[in-house]
C-alpha cells in the first residue's frame, strides 16, 4: 500500500513557514509519510480579508509577540534564527521556482533552502541572485530554471496554487491538508497533522 | 524561596481560553508554579485593532479552522466539547464575577466552571443565574457575590486590568505574562510558559 500523504502549503514570506519547512522531511520520514509541498502566495488570500501586507505588521501587539516567540522556538529547537530588516518579503520568485523544481525532484532542497537564506541568513529572497547561488548547489542551472520560473505556464500554475489554497479554505501559512481533506493551520499542528496523515484521516 | 508566579489572562468568551483554564492548575502544580487569574476583556482591545466582534467571527475561514481545531484538540485531551449556539459570548458578567472572587478564594473555582458551563454544556455566560448556579455550588452567597460584581469598584477594576492587558502588549487570548515580563499568547504556549516561569524568566 502506498504511504498515506500529507500536503505542506507555505509562503516563502511567512516566518512560521520556515520553522515546519525545516522540520518537516524528518518528522515524516519517521511517519512515513509522503510529502507533497504546495508553495502559494498568501497576498491575494490577505487582500480579500482586508489586508493589503501581513497581518503581523498591521497588528503591531501580534507583530511584536511574533518576533518574540521566534527568538524562543528557535532557541528551542537549536535553529539558527537572525530576524529580516525587511518583512514580509516577496515570496513570488521563490514559489515559482519551487514551482518548477517540485516535479524535477529539487523543489523540495530548494524550498528549504530559500527558507535558510532569507531567516538564517537575511538574504532577500525577491533577488534572482539569491535563487541563482541556491540552484547552483544543487547542480541545477539557474539560468534554465529562473528561465522556466517566468514562463507563462508557471505564472498560471502558481494562480491555481493559490486559488486552490483558497478554495480548500486556507487563510494561513503554514498549512497542512491530509487526503482526507482535514486542515491544520500554523506550524503548531505540524506533528498533529503528520499523525492524522499517518492514521490515513 | 517564594514560588515562582505566571499570570493567566483570559477571555470568558475565549475558546482556547477554555482550553487553558481547565488545563493550568494541574500543569502548575507540578512545576511548582504559582498561578495569578487575570480576566480581562478582549472586546476593548480588538475595538482598538479595527474589529468590533470576534476574528474567528470576521474572517470566516479562520472560523471555520478554529471549530474544527477546538474538535480535533478536546478530542485529544478527552475533554468535552460543545460548539455553543451563539458565539462570541460576552464574558462581562463572568470577568466581574471572577474578580470578586479572587480575593476571597474561590474565583479561579468559579472561572474554570463557567468556562466549563459555556463549552461543554452550553450556558449563556452572560444571564446571571448561570453564575448563580455556579456560586451555590462553590458555597458562595450569589447575591452578595453578583452585586458585588456590579458595584463601581468592580467595574473599575475590570477596566483597569484590560488597560494592563493592552499596556503588556496583550491582544488576544489566552495569554501568559511571567514575573520576568515575558509574554506568551495562545493555549500552545502554556506549557512553554509555565517552563519559563519554573526557570525564573
Same mark, same amino acid.
Given at each position: =500500500? ?6 505542506? &502549503? ?16 524528518? +518528522? ?14 498568501? !497576498?491575494?488570500?490577505?487582500?480579500? +480579508? ?12 501580534? !507583530?511584536?509577540? =511574533? &518576533?518574540?516567540? +521566534?527568538?524562543?522556538?528557535t532557541?528551542?529547537?537549536?535553529l ?13 520568485? !521563490? ?10 525532484? &529539487?523543489?523540495e532542497?530548494y $524550498?528549504?533552502? +530559500? ?13 534572482? #541572485? ?20 517566468? $514562463? ?26 491530509t487526503? !482526507? ?11 498533529? #497533522?503528520?499523525? &492524522? #496523515?499517518?492514521?490515513?484521516k
Open positions: =500500500m502506498a504511504n498515506p500523504t500529507l500536503e505542506f &502549503w507555505f509562503d516563502f514570506a511567512s516566518t512560521y513557514s520556515y520553522l515546519s519547512a525545516v522540520r518537516i522531511r524528518t +518528522l515524516a520520514r519517521t511517519a512515513n509519510v509522503t510529502l507533497r509541498f504546495r508553495p502559494f502566495l498568501l !497576498g491575494p488570500i490577505f487582500k480579500t +480579508l482586508g489586508w493589503d501586507t501581513s497581518p503581523f505588521s498591521i497588528y503591531q501587539a501580534k !507583530g511584536r509577540h =511574533m &518576533w518574540r516567540d +521566534l527568538e524562543r522556538l532557541a528551542d529547537l537549536n539558527p534564527f537572525r530576524r529580516p530588516e525587511a518583512f514580509p518579503q516577496n515570496g513570488l520568485l !521563490g514559489a515559482r521556482v519551487a514551482l518548477v523544481g517540485l516535479p524535477l525532484g &529539487w523543489g532542497d $524550498s528549504v533552502a +530559500l527558507f535558510r537564506a532569507e531567516f538564517e541568513t537575511g538574504d532577500p529572497i525577491d533577488a534572482p #541572485a539569491t535563487s541563482a547561488a541556491i540552484l547552483a548547489g544543487l547542480n541545477v542551472d539557474p539560468k534554465t530554471a529562473l528561465d522556466a520560473a517566468q $514562463s507563462d505556464d508557471t505564472k498560471a500554475a502558481l494562480r491555481s496554487q493559490t486559488e486552490a489554497a483558497r478554495r480548500f479554505g486556507l487563510f494561513g501559512a503554514p498549512s497542512f491538508r487526503a !482526507g481533506g482535514e486542515l491544520f493551520w500554523g506550524n503548531d499542528r505540524l506533528e498533529q #497533522a503528520l499523525d &492524522w #496523515a499517518r492514521r490515513g
